[in-house]
């Protein structure tokens, strides 16, 4: 079960990157992401870092579920709890800053927090 929810994870990353770089123009896609239809073209570059950092974390998770079916389970085990903690710490950090966005934050930190507990119940 921990697997899925960090593949939960990976593949909220890499369709909330794939909505930040590529289809941001979109005004459903904006307020998906950020409660408002407001675009800002100033933070084009910030945004597309914030895109790849996204998509680089959910593929990271897919590498470490991946290498656990492989039969490497110490680089497997590492990537996950390291990824996973990674974005529950950053999912802390998004909802001090930006409370309304709460819902982000949830969905960017609950998947992965789901999956450390039960690595943690399991070893």
Same mark, same amino acid.
């Given at each position: 079960?921990?697997?899925?929810f960090?593949?939960?994870? $990976? @593949?909220?990353?890499?369709? /909330?990157?794939?909505?930040?770089?590529?289809? =941001?123009?979109?005004?459903?896609?904006? /307020?998906?992401?950020?409660?408002?239809?407001?675009?800002?073209?100033?933070?084009? @570059?910030?945004?597309?870092?914030v895109?790849? =950092?996204?998509?680089?974390?959910?593929?990271?998770? /897919?590498?470490?579920?991946?290498?656990?079916?492989t039969?490497?389970?110490?680089?497997?085990?590492?990537?996950?709890? =390291? *990824?996973?903690?990674?974005?529950?710490?950053?999912?802390?950090?998004?909802?001090?800053?930006?409370?309304? *966005?709460?819902?982000?934050?949830?969905?960017?930190?609950?998947?992965?927090?789901? $999956?450390? *507990?039960?690595?943690?119940?399991?070893?």
């Amino acid at each position: 079960m921990a697997q899925v929810f960090a593949l939960l994870a $990976a @593949l909220a990353h890499i369709v /909330v990157g794939a909505l930040e770089r590529f289809f =941001y123009d979109r005004p459903a896609v904006r /307020v998906f992401l950020t409660t408002s239809t407001a675009d800002a073209p100033e933070v084009t @570059l910030w945004r597309s870092g914030v895109a790849a =950092y996204n998509i680089l974390i959910g593929l990271g998770l /897919v590498a470490g579920v991946t290498a656990l079916h492989t039969g490497d389970t110490t680089v497997g085990r590492t990537l996950i709890i =390291y *990824l996973c903690a990674f974005l529950i710490a950053s999912a802390i950090i998004f909802v001090v800053s930006f409370p309304r *966005l709460w819902r982000g934050a949830l969905g960017q930190g609950l998947p992965p927090a789901i $999956a450390l *507990l039960l690595v943690a119940l399991t070893h």
